[in-house]
């Protein structure tokens, strides 16, 4: 199963993004949708993630505030609204799915890489000073 990550692009500090999640294969609301991101050198890191069965949401520290994810049930996405961007957010955005979350949300696994089972292909995010 392929999820789709789209939205990615180049804007200068301050600015804004929209990434969205989407697959042709799920319905997304059956399922733990994090959005993850790795720059370069760095480990792999959780952004934000949502349960679409009881509507929890979380955020890492360093975007709470500035980042938000929303579900759209009609487009079968989940968006990333990224506000405020600065170059420490500069990295590839990958959106996934997990089951075994959407079931048992237990808040110290939700951004544990290795819960999610479907990944999209990554979207750059550069922002520039």
């Known amino acids: 199963v392929q999820l789709q990550a789209s939205g990615g692009g180049l804007v200068q500090s301050g600015g804004s993004l929209r990434l969205s999640c989407t697959s042709s294969?799920?319905?997304?609301?059956?399922?733990?949708i994090g959005w993850f991101r790795q720059a370069p050198g760095k480990k792999r890191e959780g952004v934000s993630s949502i349960n679409l069965r009881d509507g929890s949401i979380d955020y890492a520290d360093s975007v709470k505030g500035r980042f938000t994810i929303s579900e759209d049930k009609f487009k079968n996405t989940v968006d990333l609204q990224m506000d405020n961007l600065n170059p420490g957010d500069t990295a590839v955005y990958y959106c996934?799915?997990?089951?075994?979350?959407?079931?048992?949300?237990?808040?110290?696994?939700?951004?544990?890489?290795?819960?999610?089972?479907?990944w999209g292909q990554g979207t750059q995010v550069t922002v520039s000073s």
């Open positions: 294969e799920i319905g997304l609301d059956h399922y733990q």
């Open positions: 996934a799915a997990s089951e075994i979350l959407y079931y048992s949300p237990v808040r110290a696994n939700i951004f544990t890489p290795d819960l999610y089972t479907h």
